[in-house]
């Protein structure tokens, strides 16, 4: 085990440095730059934006730009903020608690929901219930989030007043819950869709072997059957999938968070990206590569962990 994970650890350095090379050169080809807003300015004369550009560094060839970020990373140094003239890691610092208490809400009501549907649409498969699940999870997968999130908005803000639309409260727990809803459900509800059908398939595969039927014969209660026997091993492949989009959850909440106005990393992603704040924007992207393979790792030990037949050697 513990020299399949050094393999893994250094392997993924070559990786890390990959994903880093494409985004800053994706990033360059960018229309527009940092420099664009101050160029509106009608008393900002040309030779200014040429003084700010070269103490910036933007004047330099990108490759020469990508090895000085690129050094200073490898320091702990991710650079100074275009926009908020601070380190860019005290500003994703004080932005990742707020999308890890929304992912954090969003991956609880997603694991319950998907974990109950699936059950119940495996024990009672093509019934009613079952149907109806599949027919509400094809339209999870189908829907686009930032259209779910602004139909809650409209139906639960707006029309009935019943929760606020955007923001994070005043600082209560009730303030704070009820602005938590609409975001965290309009996160989980994409992911209850395909969870469920997942849960599912596996919960249909392990209910037919004949370990289940032989607990079934000895006179073992149907409860106890599903949630002692077939759940555990049913659970494994799952435990796995949840493991793998975790990561997704934490680096993929840019359009939630900016439809509900949810102080996190997805919005400051997009206002970075509209500002073209290069050094927050690369920040951004290392550290959600980073947490990305770093739990595709922990996916594969958690894997191993849970079926006693995997070994890694």
């Known amino acids: 085990m513990g020299t399949y994970l050094v393999r893994r650890l250094l392997g993924l350095i070559p990786l890390l440095l990959g994903i880093s090379l494409v985004s800053f050169i994706f990033m360059q080809l960018m229309p527009g730059g940092p420099l664009t807003l101050l160029a509106r300015n009608s008393r900002m004369t040309p030779q200014q934006l040429h003084a700010i550009a070269h103490n910036l560094g933007l004047d330099q060839p990108w490759y020469i730009q990508y090895w000085k970020w690129l050094w200073a990373l490898l320091h702990g140094n991710l650079g100074i903020s275009y926009i908020q003239y601070r380190p860019v890691v005290n500003v ?54 930032f259209w ?27 303030s704070y819950l009820a602005h938590l809803a609409l975001p965290a459900f309009t996160l989980a509800f994409g992911t209850v869709a395909g969870w469920s059908r997942y849960v599912r398939s596996s919960m249909l595969e392990v209910i037919h072997q004949d370990y289940i039927q032989t607990a079934k014969a000895k006179g073992v209660k149907k409860p106890a059957v599903i949630f002692r026997h077939a759940l555990k091993n049913a659970l494994i492949p799952f435990v796995t999938v949840v493991m793998l989009d975790t990561p997704l959850y934490l680096t993929g909440a840019v359009v939630t968070e900016t439809i509900f106005d949810w102080p996190g990393m997805g919005r400051l992603f997009f206002d970075s990206l509209n500002s073209r704040d290069y050094p927050v924007l690369m920040g951004l ?23 006693p037949r995997i070994r890694y050697s």
Do not use: C, K
């Open 92 to 145: 994703i610092a004080e932005r990742v608690p707020n999308t890890v208490q929304l992912v954090v809400a969003g991956l609880a009501i997603a694991f319950v929901i998907a974990l109950l549907a699936g059950i119940l649409s495996a024990v009672w498969q093509y019934s009613v219930f079952d149907h109806m699940v599949n027919a509400i999870s094809f339209f999870g997968l189908a829907m686009p989030v």
């Open 285 to 307: 992207l290392v550290f959600g590569a980073v947490i990305i393979v770093v739990f595709q790792v922990l996916a594969d030990l958690v894997y191993g962990f849970l079926d």
């Open 148 to 174: 779910f999130g602004l139909m809650l908005q409209l139906l639960f803000a707006v029309e009935l007043g019943w929760l606020p639309s955007a923001d994070m409260g005043s600082g209560s727990v009730g």
